[in-house]
């Protein structure tokens, strides 16, 4: 390319000359005075081809280092692309990674929350294991004791021939085959005991206590005589005293005996006397004690005006109900309310003449729906078909298959689960399903005024159930439920269910006003109350009122654990009332002096329950389950009880329910505590408000009213 450039100037230079001769014409250059110039010419033409080769070879250079650049760029698209590749692996991977994460921040949250449950669970058994380590050891210190005591009065294992070993009070004596024993309070109730066993109810009163123990034959050709009946004196003495007196003669059909015994610092003086009456060949043994000796001349004479009468009737048909608690916490109160509804059952018996002597089992379902099907199975198998329990739906409902298939009878006083209401099966309740009282909340609500309502309620089988009945009664008003939140029963934080909640309700009011709008906790105690303890710092939610149901009324965990927000927030919730009637109040009257509580709903249906059983019985004559359950709706809509008047629907669940509107206020002294607000009449569906509210105690405060 120099070459070619170099000619090519040559030439044109050569033709400048030619065309100056040609053209001149006239002149010929014949010196050099134009050789200088051309010399520039050359030289500038050669710096020019100089200058034009240093631009070739750089533009050579330029287009290979843009070949090497293409080059490199395409290696570098090809990275990029690499590159690319990998970051949408990666961001694919740091997703799924994300996802991996919060699946497992949310198992060791309810792996912390377990474990919370667990640790809680381990600190009641460890409780209960230092109980029980302490009552054994008492058991212990009782069993050594009686273990001296035997050996103090030499007594025997064996049974003399002949006759039968009894117990009373804890000690043995021997009685003579063919005679039954039965032991008669004097202050109400009986119980009967036959072949070695005997049942005996002690009557504490001012007076001291005493009871008689009537002792006749079971085959009428027996003759019992005076004799044997004062030997039996002579055992009880014996055993009970540890001494061998002699007894003093008051004539021929009276032998008695005082006696003095210490129990702590304290001295009683008693009474022992037999009485025995030839007409109808039957005798008294009788036993008095008290701290005051001013009771026994009255009782002398008692005793010595004491006339024959025909002996108590025989009541040969035992009949056995079972009876199952909830859990351990509910025993002794249930047990207690039992005794009251056997003892008064039985009386009822004896002043009628029916030939019936009634008695129960007692199981502890232990919160468990498995130990609850567990306990029913053992009812079965001891022969025992009619059972006063169980107190909680999900025990019901896991027992219900197998009471339906095996002829049996379960009579609830508590279970509320509207999928129980069957028609046709053996499940019976004396109390309302959870419709009923979702019925009574909407009402509740409307007649306050609310028209939207947020729901935030348990997410178990009882608390998607009320949900379920709340929101079918509450929209068919026309009320509007905005939102429904539903959290785990051991939830601790609530933060994420109350900001919800908060945005929701601050849209609501931008629609309604805010008195319009409310909260609805569908809660138990111990949720409930660290629910509402967190709602102080959600404003909106905290202007409103907010609604419960029984699960939040008269709860003592929320008391002790969220007074003010309780007070703040009221929570109205609806809770079956009892009847202001003569039944309630006599047995209310003897539960409250044993307990210190007042009986409830729910307590009190377990007494109706027996009571519905028994009447069942009376009117059949039968004891089996089939024969009651065919007349049990009947017994019931005719019996009125503490409950009141125990109507059942088609599906043999209690038809109507009263209620009263139960929420927190202060009392005389400032106290948060419990008060009725209103009440919600079953058969007219119509809520009623106070214009003074009623705490548990009676004391009448400010009511509340619709705004």
Not at 116 to 127: A, F, G, P, R
Not at 395 to 400: F, R
Not at 414 to 419: A, F, R
Request: hydrophobic share 35%; proline share 3%; charged share 20%.
């Amino acid at each position: 390319m120099s070459n070619q450039t170099t000619f090519s100037t040559t030439a044109i230079i050569l033709a400048i000359v030619g065309l100056v001769i040609g053209g001149g014409g006239g002149y010929f250059i014949s010196n050099n005075s134009l050789q200088p110039k051309i010399n520039d010419l050359e030289t500038d033409v050669e710096v020019l081809n100089s200058e034009v080769a240093n631009l070739v070879s750089t533009a050579a250079s330029l287009e290979q280092g843009l070949v090497e650049n293409e080059a490199e760029i395409e290696s570098l698209g090809d990275d990029i692309s690499d590159y690319q590749s990998e970051v949408s692996s990666l961001t694919t991977e740091k997703s799924s990674l994300q996802t991996l994460v919060s699946t497992l921040q949310s198992q060791v949250t309810s792996i912390t929350d377990e474990n919370t449950e667990l640790q809680s669970q381990v600190s009641t058994l460890e409780s209960d294991l230092d109980q029980a380590e302490d009552e054994n050891s008492d058991l212990e210190d009782q069993v050594a004791s009686l273990e001296t005591t035997a050996e103090i009065l030499q007594l025997s294992l064996a049974v003399t021939p002949g006759y039968y070993r009894c117990e009373i009070f804890g000690f043995s004596f021997e009685y003579p085959q063919g005679y039954r024993i039965t032991i008669d309070d004097t202050a109400g109730g009986t119980a009967t005991g036959n072949f070695g066993h005997a049942y005996i109810a002690n009557a504490d009163d001012s007076d001291g206590y005493s009871c008689s123990w009537v002792f006749t034959p079971t085959t009428p050709d027996l003759e019992l005589g005076l004799d044997v009946g004062f030997q039996l004196l002579q055992q009880i003495f014996y055993l009970v005293l540890g001494t061998r007196e002699t007894y003093t003669f008051d004539g021929h059909v009276m032998r008695y005996q005082n006696y003095t015994a210490t129990l702590g610092s304290t001295t009683i003086y008693g009474i022992f006397a037999v009485y025995y009456c030839e007409e109808s060949n039957y005798f008294y043994i009788i036993q008095h004690a008290s701290d005051n000796t001013d009771v026994f001349p009255g009782l002398f004479q008692f005793v010595e005006s004491m006339k024959c009468h025909d002996p108590p009737i025989a009541r040969d048909e035992t009949v056995t109900i079972g009876l199952t608690v909830g859990d351990t916490d509910d025993q002794q109160m249930y047990q207690i309310l039992a005794n009251l509804a056997i003892e008064d059952i039985n009386e009822y018996c004896e002043q009628e003449g029916l030939p019936y002597n009634f008695r129960y089992v007692l199981k502890e379902n232990l919160g468990q729906a498995s130990i609850a099907l567990l306990n029913t199975q053992s009812f079965k198998q001891e022969g025992i078909d009619l059972i006063v329990g169980h107190p909680w739906s999900g025990q019901c409902q896991a027992s219900l298959s197998y009471v339906d298939n095996n002829d049996m009878l379960l009579l609830s006083y508590g279970s509320t689960y509207p999928i129980l209401n069957i028609a046709g099966d053996n499940l019976f309740r004396l109390v309302s399903d959870d419709t009923v009282q979702a019925t009574a909340i909407s009402e509740a609500l409307w007649s306050w005024g609310i028209r939207a309502i947020i729901i935030i309620h348990r997410d178990d089988t009882w608390g998607t159930l009320f949900y379920d009945s709340l929101y079918d009664v509450y929209t068919a008003k026309g009320g509007i439920v905005a939102e429904r939140l539903q959290y785990a029963p051991t939830t601790s934080q609530f933060n994420t269910y109350l900001s919800s909640a908060e945005d929701t309700a601050s849209e609501l009011v931008s629609t309604y006003s805010s008195d319009q709008v409310a909260v609805v906790m569908l809660s138990f105690g111990d949720d409930g109350g660290r629910l509402i303890s967190q709602a102080s710092a959600y404003p909106t939610l905290w202007d409103m009122m907010w609604f419960g149901s029984d699960g939040t009324a008269f709860s003592d965990s929320i008391l002790d654990n969220a007074p003010q927000e309780a007070l703040h927030l009221k929570v109205l919730s609806p809770y079956p009332s009892t009847v202001d009637s003569g039944e309630y109040h006599s047995v209310n009257n003897r539960y409250l002096a044993l307990t210190g509580s007042d009986l409830g709903f729910y307590r009190a249906s377990l007494y109706d329950s027996f009571w519905v059983y028994a009447k069942a019985i009376f009117q059949t004559g039968e004891t089996d389950a089939l024969s009651i359950k065919s007349v049990l709706a009947d017994v019931a809509e005719g019996h009125y009880g503490v409950t009141g008047w125990c109507t059942l629907n088609a599906a043999g669940d209690r038809a109507s329910s009263n209620y009263g509107i139960i929420g927190y206020g202060e009392d005389g002294r400032g106290d948060v505590t419990s008060i009725v607000y209103g009440s919600y009449d079953g058969l007219t569906e119509t809520v009623s408000w106070y214009s003074m509210g009623v705490t548990i105690d009676g004391e009448e405060v400010d009511g509340i009213s619709p705004p």
